[in-house]
């Protein structure tokens, strides 16, 4: 349903998006993760025609990209990051003004989206009253009206409660059932676990992807393992040093490492005795998203 | 208490990152000054008036060289009594000098001959200057070559002026300052309501985010634009003729059946050239406070230069060609001319046109400015 090949952006003399490739499948969900700033808004900015690729070759849903952007503009659907809504409008209204620009006037589909994104109680409520979770949902039913092959998601769920956030996941699953293709940015490791492919985005560059598993097994040639015990507050400072240690990550009273292999579990115990006073246990874990993702934003780093 | 001076502190920081507002905060007393300080003068300099002299004598040029050297006219001839008041009527010239073939005949008889000064009455402060400055046409370095004694006949009884000056004010003849102000702050009004409305129309969009949104939809730049604009084009021109029919009824300014035409081709293209230089506006700024800032910037100097007040015919010649690239210039023009000297709309074409360029103008630059920041 996408691809891209080559894909750059490139401002003055900043290169934004670095020859990215990847492709997605119709009914996809498709996740691009990365840190801030790594150029996940320009990637999908450029997908919903809103910004013009400086280099490369994409298309969308079989039209191009850089010839045919009209035709692509009514097959996608785009809620930008700080998704456009206008506040005096009532929610009604907001929704019969986007479907307009697509040539849509179908009251009786308005009131079953409403309904069915459960914003029907809403109406007439003007959208600057709507609480964070609402208005996400009234501005993919803005999105929705016409229909589109693809809905492009920047950063759908940031800022909003677990609940919702799992009321949202569970609407885009639903879309995906329906034949919809999802392609969403994100920095939320578990929104990440969630999508069918992901691509890790840093600093313009894509330096991983595949499916959320296939990610994880990237770190393959390193072990985790977890540390719960007190322990000195120079240990963090000391052990990151080690090369064979690529990753120390705290969770509360709880230490994560991401070691090489050539590093055994007898070893790293030594490394850290010094700095803990009680006998303690190292835990074998396995790698999580969260990991690749540190490690491999600090790698570039 | 305490809390006041680091409070104070982060607005400074915040008012000196923002290089439009110091841009604004220096130009514009700057502006004032150098406008108020050497600009704008109540005395007018090279005042354009049409002549008729029809005596050609050594007498009726000594009249005309006077008033050519005291600075404040700039004469040209025209062939008829009833072209002079065309020339004003057209706005080509703001007064006019009417000498009749009888003048020196009349003069060396002590017979007072008259001449006819006429004046432009739309603008009253302006006519109260030229009707000073008109000393000159009678003033004793005229006059003192213009007595003749008789030798044989010592009764005759010399005049204490040898000729007789009558001063015609046209077109408002009773000065009245309401009629030379309300048309003018029609204008007025359509401009702030260009510039501020439609100058924040776009930058609200984009500060609301709601632009991307539109970006991205079937929209064409073109109907964005034009979709924008349309709101703010209805309210203006409900706006100017609104107060039209307040200064008609309640003013009694004269609305002559032969400026409707005039009037409903203004109301356009003063609107067209307001709300596209608010579109102007609206897509060089950032934020609708630049964009206010800017809407603020162009509506002073336009009030100041235009005419509106201060004639231009008053002002420094360096200023003079700034107020010939202000809209509003050619509005206050048009709408004294239609209403108050029945100009007729043909006579005003220049005005008219500059207008027109105008809109396309700022319309073209607003569309490559929008697409760039839309790229």
């Given at each position: 349903?996408?691809?891209?090949?080559?894909?750059?952006?490139?401002?003055?003399?900043?290169?934004?998006?670095?020859?990215?490739?990847?492709?997605?499948?119709?009914?996809?969900?498709?996740?691009?993760?990365?840190?801030?700033?790594?150029?996940?808004?320009?990637?999908?900015?450029?997908?919903?025609?809103?910004?013009?690729?400086?280099?490369?070759?994409?298309?969308?849903?079989?039209?191009?990209?850089?010839?045919?952007?009209?035709?692509?503009?009514?097959?996608?659907?785009?809620?930008?990051?700080?998704?456009?809504?206008?506040?005096?409008?009532?929610?009604?209204?907001?929704?019969?003004?986007?479907?307009?620009?697509?040539?849509?006037?179908?009251?009786?589909?308005?009131?079953?989206?409403?309904?069915?994104?459960?914003?029907?109680?809403?109406?007439?409520?003007?959208?600057?009253?709507?609480?964070?979770?609402?208005?996400?949902?009234?501005?993919?039913?803005?999105?929705?009206?016409?229909?589109?092959?693809?809905?492009?998601?920047?950063?759908?769920?940031?800022?909003?409660?677990?609940?919702?956030?799992?009321?949202?996941?569970?609407?885009?699953?639903?879309?995906?059932?329906?034949?919809?293709?999802?392609?969403?940015?994100?920095?939320?490791?578990?929104?990440?676990?969630?999508?069918?492919?992901?691509?890790?985005?840093?600093?313009?560059?894509?330096?991983?992807?595949?499916?959320?598993?296939?990610?994880?097994?990237?770190?393959?040639?390193?072990?985790?393992?977890?540390?719960?015990?007190?322990?000195?507050?120079?240990?963090?400072?000391?052990?990151?040093?080690?090369?064979?240690?690529?990753?120390?990550?705290?969770?509360?009273?709880?230490?994560?490492?991401?070691?090489?292999?050539?590093?055994?579990?007898?070893?790293?115990?030594?490394?850290?005795?010094?700095?803990?006073?009680?006998?303690?246990?190292?835990?074998?874990?396995?790698?999580?998203?969260?990991?690749?993702?540190?490690?491999?934003?600090?790698?570039?780093? | 208490?305490?809390?006041?001076?680091?409070?104070?502190?982060?607005?400074?920081?915040?008012?000196?990152?923002?290089?439009?507002?110091?841009?604004?905060?220096?130009?514009?007393p700057i502006m004032l000054m150098i406008l108020?300080?050497?600009?704008?003068?109540?005395?007018?300099?090279?005042?354009?008036?049409?002549?008729?002299?029809?005596?050609?004598?050594?007498?009726?040029?000594?009249?005309?060289?006077?008033?050519?050297?005291?600075?404040?006219?700039?004469?040209?001839?025209?062939?008829?009594?009833?072209?002079?008041?065309?020339?004003?009527?057209?706005?080509n010239a703001k007064a006019g000098l009417y000498?009749?073939?009888?003048?020196?005949?009349?003069?060396?008889?002590?017979?007072?001959?008259?001449?006819?000064?006429?004046?432009?009455?739309?603008?009253?402060?302006?006519?109260?200057?030229?009707?000073?400055?008109?000393?000159?046409?009678?003033?004793?370095?005229?006059?003192?070559?213009?007595?003749?004694?008789?030798?044989?006949?010592?009764?005759?009884?010399?005049?204490?002026?040898?000729?007789?000056?009558?001063?015609?004010?046209?077109?408002?003849?009773?000065?009245?300052?309401?009629?030379?102000?309300?048309?003018?702050?029609?204008?007025?009004?359509?401009?702030?309501?260009?510039?501020?409305?439609?100058?924040?129309?776009?930058?609200?969009?984009?500060?609301?985010?709601?632009?991307?949104?539109?970006?991205?939809?079937?929209?064409?730049?073109?109907?964005?634009?034009?979709?924008?604009?349309?709101?703010?084009?209805?309210?203006?021109?409900?706006?100017?003729?609104?107060i039209l029919f307040i200064g008609w009824s309640?003013?009694?300014?004269?609305?002559?059946?032969?400026?409707?035409?005039?009037?409903?081709?203004?109301?356009?293209?003063?609107?067209?050239?307001?709300?596209?230089?608010?579109?102007?506006?609206?897509?060089?700024?950032?934020?609708?406070?630049?964009?206010?800032?800017?809407?603020?910037?162009?509506?002073?100097?336009?009030?100041?230069?235009?005419?509106?007040?201060?004639?231009?015919?008053?002002?420094?010649?360096?200023?003079?060609?700034?107020?010939?690239?202000?809209?509003?210039?050619?509005?206050?023009?048009?709408?004294?001319?239609?209403?108050?000297?029945?100009?007729?709309?043909?006579?005003?074409?220049?005005?008219?046109?500059?207008?027109?360029?105008?809109?396309?103008?700022?319309?073209?630059?607003?569309?490559?400015?929008?697409?760039?920041?839309?790229?």
């Open positions: 349903m996408i691809k891209v090949k080559n894909i750059s952006k490139v401002y003055g003399k900043k290169r934004v998006v670095n020859s990215i490739n990847f492709e997605v499948n119709k009914g996809e969900i498709y996740g691009l993760l990365g840190p801030n700033a790594a150029g996940k808004t320009t990637t999908i900015r450029m997908l919903a025609t809103a910004i013009t690729p400086s280099s490369g070759e994409a298309t969308m849903a079989n039209l191009d990209l850089f010839t045919q952007p009209n035709e692509i503009k009514l097959r996608i659907g785009y809620v930008a990051q700080y998704f456009g809504l206008y506040e005096e409008l009532s929610v009604i209204e907001n929704i019969r003004f986007y479907a307009s620009l697509y040539g849509i006037d179908n009251e009786e589909l308005f009131h079953e989206l409403m309904k069915t994104y459960k914003i029907d109680h809403f109406v007439n409520k003007r959208s600057g009253d709507l609480s964070g979770g609402y208005l996400r949902r009234l501005a993919l039913i803005c999105a929705l009206t016409h229909d589109p092959d693809i809905l492009l998601l920047d950063e759908p769920t940031a800022g909003i409660d677990p609940v919702t956030r799992k009321v949202l996941w569970d609407l885009f699953y639903e879309l995906a059932q329906n034949g919809k293709t999802l392609f969403v940015t994100t920095h939320y490791m578990e929104e990440a676990a969630r999508c069918n492919n992901i691509a890790f985005l840093n600093s313009g560059n894509i330096v991983a992807q595949g499916s959320p598993d296939e990610i994880r097994h990237s770190l393959s040639e390193n072990d985790v393992y977890l540390l719960k015990a007190k322990f000195g507050s120079n240990l963090v400072k000391e052990l990151d040093r080690k090369e064979e240690i690529r990753l120390i990550n705290q969770y509360g009273e709880e230490l994560r490492f991401v070691v090489n292999k050539s590093l055994s579990k007898e070893q790293l115990h030594k490394l850290i005795e010094p700095y803990v006073d009680e006998e303690f246990e190292l835990l074998e874990s396995s790698p999580n998203l969260e990991d690749v993702f540190i490690a491999l934003t600090q790698e570039e780093m | 208490m305490k809390s006041i001076i680091p409070f104070a502190k982060k607005e400074l920081i915040q008012l000196k990152r923002d290089p439009r507002l110091i841009g604004f905060l220096i130009f514009m108020f300080g050497y600009g704008l003068r109540l005395e007018p300099k090279n005042v354009k008036m049409a002549f008729v002299d029809n005596d050609k004598s050594y007498f009726s040029n000594l009249i005309k060289t006077n008033l050519w050297n005291e600075g404040y006219f700039e004469l040209y001839e025209v062939s008829t009594k009833e072209g002079i008041e065309e020339e004003i009527r057209k706005g000498i009749d073939k009888t003048f020196s005949k009349l003069l060396t008889d002590n017979a007072q001959p008259h001449v006819v000064f006429y004046v432009d009455g739309t603008m009253p402060s302006l006519t109260t200057a030229m009707r000073n400055k008109s000393s000159a046409l009678n003033d004793d370095e005229v006059t003192n070559d213009m007595y003749f004694l008789d030798e044989d006949d010592t009764s005759t009884v010399i005049a204490a002026e040898p000729f007789i000056m009558d001063t015609e004010v046209l077109f408002n003849p009773d000065e009245k300052e309401t009629w030379f102000f309300l048309p003018g702050v029609i204008g007025v009004l359509i401009m702030q309501i260009a510039l501020i409305l439609a100058g924040t129309s776009v930058v609200r969009e984009r500060e609301s985010n709601t632009l991307e949104q539109l970006l991205v939809s079937p929209l064409s730049k073109v109907d964005f634009i034009l979709g924008k604009m349309f709101p703010y084009v209805l309210i203006s021109l409900f706006e100017f003729y609104f309640m003013f009694e300014i004269p609305i002559p059946s032969s400026a409707i035409g005039g009037l409903v081709l203004l109301s356009v293209v003063y609107t067209a050239s307001m709300i596209s230089l608010g579109l102007l506006i609206s897509t060089v700024s950032q934020t609708q406070q630049q964009a206010m800032f800017l809407a603020i910037f162009v509506i002073i100097p336009s009030i100041l230069l235009a005419g509106f007040i201060f004639p231009i015919e008053a002002m420094h010649e360096y200023i003079r060609p700034i107020a010939y690239m202000i809209p509003f210039t050619y509005f206050v023009e048009i709408i004294r001319g239609l209403l108050i000297k029945q100009t007729l709309m043909t006579d005003m074409i220049i005005p008219f046109a500059a207008l027109t360029a105008f809109s396309l103008l700022f319309t073209i630059l607003s569309i490559i400015k929008f697409k760039r920041i839309t790229q």
